[in-house]
Each structure stands twice: as structure tokens, then as C-alpha cells.
């Protein structure tokens, strides 16, 4: 009868959603009120899942010390079970959100630092997220949520600029320049050219 609540609120840990969890941890001691359950196995159970849900943290390399969370004091309420039970969900999950931005940034270093020194190749976000061992829908996210424009983009924008460098401080001619920037075909390089500087790789060259 309670495992559903229970599995309910391991399961929203490991997602880190707090407000999933704690609506499930509502419902789980509605349920205790209702079938008066055993002040003592009510007890057991929860220091079970709040065990489990330690051990999470533990096998994801994140240590929880926080004994104020953990500890249940002498003869505990049902309200007092509930109370901490709600502040070890909700620090576990802040504890894991803070790991996962943590993660997020060095994954989004790596994959920006992998752009930059392969800008004139051809990367696919399956081949950039096996570069810093992430999916490659959650790195595109999470880069474009903290880059503001998408890995293409970015790619683009890192071979106009070095397109730029060239026209000012060489002689080489346009479609050599394209190739030299990773474009096999000038109408591309025109098209994000143009795109992203507003002028044309001819009247640019001009200046």
C-alpha cells in the first residue's frame, strides 16, 4: 500500500524534483493516518527510504552532513517523522541540483574549449557530447540555456571571425578562405557571413 508513495519519492530524488516529492511524502502520511498505521513501523519504513535516499547521494559521490536532517529525536511525532523527512528530501535534492550545476558548467567548459580548437571541422553533437560524456540533447540545452545561441551557432560564429582575420591580415581569396574555415561550399560561408556581420565577405575585404 505505501511502497507506490515510497518508490514515488525515491524515484522524484533522483530526478530532483522537490515538489513531486514532497507532495508524495503528503500523501504517504495521509495514507499512515488512514490505515492507523504502527507509530513504530511508520517509523522503520521512513528511516528506510531516508537511508536509501542517503545512499543515492552516496553512490553518486555526494556526501550529505547534515546530522540535524538525519537524526530522529526521542519519542518522535508523527509530525516531527514528517517534518524531517520533508528537510532531508529537500536538502538531498538541493545538494544534488548544486552537483549537477557544478557537472553542467565543466561539461559546457570542455565541450566549448572542444569547439574552439575544432571549429573548422565537421562536429556532431553525438561526437561533442562523447567528448565530455554527457547526452547530447541535454548538453545542446544546457549550452544554448547558457551560451544563448545553439553549438552550430557558436561554430559558425568562431569560423566568421577567423574568416575576418583572414581577409584582414592575408591575400588569400574568398572561396580559399571559406574551405580554411571549415565551409566546403562558398554559397555557406556567404550565407552566415552575411548572417552574421550584416555585410558581404566582398565588401567587408574592402575595408
Not at 79 to 88: D, G, I, N, S
Not at 141 to 148: A, I, L, Q, S, V
Not at 158 to 170: A, D, F, P, Q, V
Amino acid at each position: 500500500m505505501f511502497r507506490d508513495y515510497t518508490d514515488g519519492i525515491k524515484s522524484s530524488v533522483l530526478l530532483m524534483n522537490e515538489q513531486e516529492a514532497v507532495n508524495l511524502i503528503e500523501h504517504l502520511f495521509e495514507a499512515f493516518e488512514q490505515s492507523r498505521a504502527n507509530r513504530l513501523k511508520t517509523r522503520v519504513l521512513v528511516n528506510s527510504v531516508i537511508y536509501q535516499i542517503l545512499k543515492v547521494a552516496y553512490e553518486r559521490n555526494v556526501e550529505i552532513i547534515q546530522p540535524v536532517l538525519i537524526k530522529p529525536v526521542p519519542d518522535e511525532t508523527l509530525e516531527q517523522l514528517k517534518a524531517r523527512f520533508y528537510e532531508t528530501v529537500r536538502f538531498v535534492i538541493q545538494v544534488l541540483l548544486d552537483v549537477r550545476r557544478q557537472n553542467t558548467k565543466l561539461y559546457l567548459l570542455g565541450a566549448k574549449k572542444f569547439i574552439e580548437s575544432h571549429f573548422n571541422s565537421e562536429i556532431t553533437m553525438t561526437e561533442l557530447a562523447g567528448q565530455v560524456h554527457v547526452d547530447h540533447e541535454y548538453l545542446g540545452k544546457c549550452f544554448k540555456k547558457e551560451y544563448g545561441c545553439s553549438v552550430s551557432e557558436y561554430q559558425h560564429r568562431l569560423r566568421i571571425e577567423e574568416s575576418i582575420r583572414l581577409l584582414t591580415t592575408t591575400n588569400m581569396t574568398l572561396n580559399d578562405i571559406s574551405i580554411a574555415v571549415g565551409y566546403s561550399h562558398y554559397n555557406k560561408f556567404f550565407e552566415q557571413f552575411k548572417k552574421i556581420t550584416g555585410q558581404k565577405p566582398t565588401t567587408y575585404s574592402k575595408r
